[in-house]
């Protein structure tokens, strides 16, 4: 994957497809770095907030997790 990620670093679905590896493999940090690289890129991407709020909520970090589904929500608008 690293190697994908040097060839495609403007490209967002590769940073968000590296991030759900990196939870599958309970890498929960480096799963977060992705998904805000990726959504740096692509900063509408609702799917993008929804999958930190998840991993933020599987963290139990609540507020955080709100936040972001909140954020997603106002880009709905």
């Given amino acids: 994957m ?3 990620l040097e ?3 403007d490209n967002s679905k ?3 497809e590296a ?3 990196a939870e599958e493999m309970c890498e929960y940090d480096n ?3 992705n ?3 990726a959504l740096y890129l692509d900063p509408k991407n609702t799917i993008i907030f929804q999958k ?3 991993i933020l909520f599987s963290l139990k970090r609540y507020n955080e997790s709100i936040s972001c589904i909140e ?3 106002g880009l709905c608008d």
Avoid: Q
Wanted: aromatic share 8%.
């Fill in 19 to 21: 991030a759900c590896l």
């Fill in 52 to 54: 930190i709020a998840e």
């Fill in 31 to 33: 799963a977060l770095d």
């Fill in 7 to 9: 060839k495609n670093p």
């Fill in 14 to 16: 590769v940073w968000y």
């Fill in 2 to 4: 690293k190697r994908v």
């Fill in 71 to 73: 954020e997603a929500l």
């Fill in 35 to 37: 998904l805000h690289k």
